[in-house]
């Protein structure tokens, strides 16, 4: 687990911005926190990092899941939280882009026994001064080396 302390939105973009070169079809980025803890900003920078020509990146609150195409793969950003059974985000097609995209699932816990092995969770956290933390947890060995140099 590493804790990175995010003083600011451009510290967030900084983080989004370094971890992006690392992502590859079939990671998950499970994005967890309170509302207003920084999760959509966060998965707007690094969208927008990936994308090769810039586009607009709404959230996907109403939509549940808008998809983009990244480099050589899809790129999900799902919004569960007005999910009220893990069954939806089957129904969305999750499951499947799981296995074929980068997917960034915020309110994860709504996936409940779907939620995938192997991810990289970001626990964003409100901090003093409006700032923010995250902390970068991992499911498995195939995150430690992409992320060794990352805070």
């Known amino acids: 687990m590493t804790a990175i ?35 959509t900003h966060f998965a707007r920078a690094l969208i927008q990092t990936l994308l090769p020509v810039p586009e607009d990146v709404p959230s996907p609150t109403f939509t549940l899941v808008q998809i983009y195409d990244g480099p050589g793969f899809a790129i999900w950003h799902a919004d569960l939280y007005r ?49 923010r933390q995250v902390e970068l947890r991992v499911d498995g060995d195939n995150w430690t080396e992409r992320l060794e140099d990352l805070a």
């Open 5 to 39: 302390h995010l003083p600011d939105p451009d510290a967030t973009d900084r983080l989004a911005r370094a971890l992006a070169p690392r992502l590859r079809a079939g990671d998950v980025l499970l994005l967890e926190g309170p509302i207003g803890a920084g999760k």
């Open 83 to 131: 999910l009220t059974d893990p069954e939806e985000a089957v129904e969305l097609g999750l499951a499947d882009a799981f296995a074929t995209a980068l997917c960034l699932v915020e309110w994860p816990e709504r996936l409940g026994p779907y939620r995938p092995g192997g991810a990289l969770s970001l626990c964003f956290a409100v901090a003093p001064g409006d700032s």
